[in-house]
């Protein structure tokens, strides 16, 4: 059992920035990625970043690549979403997940077994 807890979230005014935490509670803790997704009102939810945990190969969903960064830090079991240039549309809840095999790719959420409890990230205009 894995147990993931997010915090970072809240509320920012467009173009800010915020960085989201996701930490794992089990000791003995090899992944083979862990990853953020988010899900908006009334939509989907969609995947938004991995990381693979080692090594560190990132992985982006087009509508964030060059202004979300997920990095992870292996002796804290900890991995971290840093948000920047947010947007309206960037608001929505941030789940982090736990993908404990290295097959299937990484975007999609059938492919991750745990999930934390979700941090609500708004946007405003």
């Known amino acids: 059992q894995v147990q993931l807890v997010e915090s970072g979230g809240g509320l920012v005014q467009a173009g800010g920035s915020l960085r989201l935490s996701c930490a794992a509670s089990?000791?003995?803790?090899?992944?083979?990625?862990l990853g953020w997704f988010r899900q908006a009102p009334g939509k989907e939810r969609e995947f938004v970043a991995a990381i693979r945990w080692s090594p560190g190969i990132t992985y982006y969903a087009d509508s964030v690549k060059g202004r979300f960064t997920i990095s992870r830090d292996n002796a804290k079991n900890t991995v971290y979403l840093q948000m920047n240039s947010l947007k309206p549309e960037d608001t929505a809840v941030y789940y982090c997940?736990?993908?404990?095999?290295?097959?299937?790719?990484?975007?999609?959420?059938?492919?991750?077994?745990?999930w934390g409890q979700g941090t609500q990230v708004t946007v405003s205009s």
């Open positions: 089990r000791r003995t803790f090899s992944p083979n990625a």
């Open positions: 997940a736990h993908k404990a095999y290295y097959s299937g790719g990484y975007v999609k959420e059938d492919l991750y077994d745990y």
